[in-house]
């Protein structure tokens, strides 16, 4: 079973930016593909961004060129720059993981059933 734990969330105004952690308490991260979630208030949880286990990422279109998804193994860490944060951003953040990769990245991102691990969750609030 893998924990995992963000950190990193807070209060922003309009344009501003913060960067999100999630450490994994596994030995390391290297086998698991993994991504960001988000769920807004009133809104159904969507995927932000995801990050396979060779370094391919995708986004979801509006976070494009906006948010930056990265990984660091030897610290069992996945991290999601975000920068011009805007209110729609405003909504609990979690981080997830999996073992597999058997769908498309952008799939696992729209279906969000593709992941066996996810943390509690961080808020960011822009406003």
């Known amino acids: 079973h893998v924990q995992l734990v963000e950190s990193g969330g807070g209060s922003v105004q309009t344009g501003g930016s913060l960067r999100l952690s999630c450490v994994a308490s596994?030995?390391?991260?290297?086998?698991?593909?993994m991504a960001w979630f988000r769920q807004g208030p009133g809104k159904e949880r969507e995927g932000v961004a995801g990050?396979?286990?060779?370094?391919?990422?995708s986004y979801k279109d509006s976070v494009k060129g906006r948010f930056t998804i990265s990984r660091d193994n030897a610290r069992n860490t996945l991290y999601l720059q975000m920068n011009d944060l805007k209110p729609d951003d405003t909504a609990m953040y979690y981080c997830?993981?999996?073992?597999?990769?058997?769908?498309?990245?952008?799939?696992?991102?729209?279906?969000?059933?593709?992941?066996?691990?996810g943390g509690r969750g961080t808020q960011v609030t822009v406003s």
């Open positions: 596994t030995d390391t991260i290297t086998g698991y593909r």
């Open positions: 997830a993981a999996d073992l597999s990769e058997d769908v498309p990245l952008w799939v696992a991102l729209e279906l969000g059933t593709d992941f066996e691990y």
């Open positions: 990050i396979n286990k060779d370094g391919t990422t």
